[in-house]
């Protein structure tokens, strides 16, 4: 899917992610401040910031954040949200996360939370994060992972094939999904970067499967639902679907990680 894809997409989508609960709620985005522990001097650029949730968060916390997404529709909702809880220290601005641009060292932290699945090369990304950080600073990362694994063997073998289920599951249901990474593969990237991780941990969510497939027509919802419901058995320990309630559920996992340049 090209950029221009990715904005019409999002763009079109642009109202929902006001609301939606795993960006403006979800237990990650509290932790990950948490984990952060920004200080009152910093200025710092929340990249896919969306409609500013993760922005937001940051801002009561430290002197200036920018909040940065390729979609220009998500920025006048993002504005309105700041406003609206009178939150003064906040701009944004739209521009491509393989191409920042802010000069070398201008942000003491850049944060991107449940975004680079979406981005073509997570290594760029790293790449232009690590730069416009000054010596020091910090790269915070939510997003959601999937098994994965460093050894060989029949086993590892399979947590890598679930790993690839989970992603063509996500991709069938959001074609603007690239590939999300394992938590090795991150540890990876971001020690390949140069940078030294100082927290790592993973968080559960569990997400109802009709609201996760509402944007689809029945007979979509029905393939996406028998992709669930009928899992290889290392996909289906992973996304553990439940359907005792009524409803059906089923679990994602997020990757956190905080690394400093």
């Known amino acids: 899917m090209s950029k221009q894809q990715v904005q019409q997409q999002f763009g079109a989508n642009a109202a929902a992610y006001v609301s939606s609960p795993t960006h403006a709620q ?10 952060v522990e920004p200080e009152p001097a910093w200025r710092v650029l929340d990249i896919a910031t969306a409609t500013g949730h993760t922005a937001l968060a940051f ?4 002197a200036a954040v920018v909040g940065l997404d390729l979609t220009p529709q998500m920025l006048p909702l993002a504005a309105r949200l700041a406003a609206d809880r009178g939150v ?11 191409d920042l641009p802010f000069g070398d060292g201008a942000f003491d932290a850049v944060t991107c939370r449940i975004a680079p699945h979406h981005f073509p090369d997570i290594g760029r990304f790293i790449a232009e994060a690590v730069r416009v950080l000054r010596p020091g600073g910090r790269l915070a990362v939510v997003d959601n ?9 029949k086993k590892a073998d399979r947590q ?6 989970v992603n063509a599951f996500e991709k069938l249901r959001d074609p603007s999904h690239v590939r999300c990474l394992s938590y090795e593969e991150w540890l990876d990237a971001l020690a390949a970067a140069g940078l030294q991780v100082e927290a790592q941990e993973t968080l559960d969510k569990r997400l109802t499967f009709e609201t996760w497939a509402a944007r689809h027509t029945p007979e979509m919802q029905t393939r996406l ?28 996992r997020e990757g956190l990680f905080v690394a400093r340049k």
């Open 59 to 62: 801002a009561p916390h430290v």
């Open 160 to 165: 890598r094939a679930a790993g690839e289920y």
């Open 88 to 98: 003064a220290n906040l701009t944004f601005t739209v521009g491509d996360v393989d």
């Open 145 to 153: 992972v999937v098994p994965g694994s460093r050894l060989r063997g």
């Open 225 to 252: 639902r028998v992709l669930l419901l009928q899992a290889p058995a290392a996909a289906a320990e992973f996304l553990d679907p439940r359907t005792d309630t009524g409803l059906t559920t089923f679990r994602l």
């Open 26 to 35: 979800g237990a990650s985005l509290a932790r990950l401040v948490e984990r």
